[in-house]
Nanobody
Framework: VQLQASGGGLVQPGGSLRLSCAAS????????IGWFRQAPGKEREGVLC????????YYADSVKGRFTVSRDNAKNTVYLQMNSLQPEDAAVYYC????????????????????????WGQGTQVTVSS
């Protein structure tokens, strides 16, 4: 299982960026998707997660209405579209998946919020600055 995140960079406040996460060894269309971030001096936090059957989506309050997830099954790649970026969104962003199944909504939200997914890719840096 491998996950490869990319697409980070420097963007001005108010701008947009799309991160990609290509996977091998499993397929995104039947797996939980997780995007996380970690800013310097802070704990890793869940940004946006979708469970394996897409019945549950967790959004961090700070990104609601600005960040969305999509996937391209043909490319086995998921994307994190980030709009209206602010300096507080600057962080290293990670994609992850988790092989567990059957957790309830509150349990899934906890796994995302606490960044307790099981399989991780390397991070990609997002810098928001004028």
């Amino acid at each position: 299982v491998q996950l490869q995140a990319s697409g980070g960079g420097l963007v001005q406040p108010g701008g947009s960026l799309r991160l990609s996460c290509a996977a091998s060894g499993f397929t995104w269309d039947s797996s939980a998707i997780g995007w996380f971030r970690q800013a310097p001096g802070k704990e890793r936090e869940g940004v946006l997660c979708i469970n394996d059957n897409s019945s549950r989506t967790y959004y961090a309050d700070s990104v609601k209405g600005r960040f969305t997830v999509s996937r391209d099954n043909a490319k086995n790649t998921v994307y994190l579209q980030m709009n209206s970026l602010q300096p507080e969104d600057a962080a290293v962003y990670y994609c992850a998946t988790d092989p567990r199944r059957g957790y309830g909504s509150s349990s899934f939200d906890y796994l995302c919020r606490k960044a307790e997914f099981g399989r991780w890719g390397q991070g990609t840096q997002v810098t928001v600055s004028s």
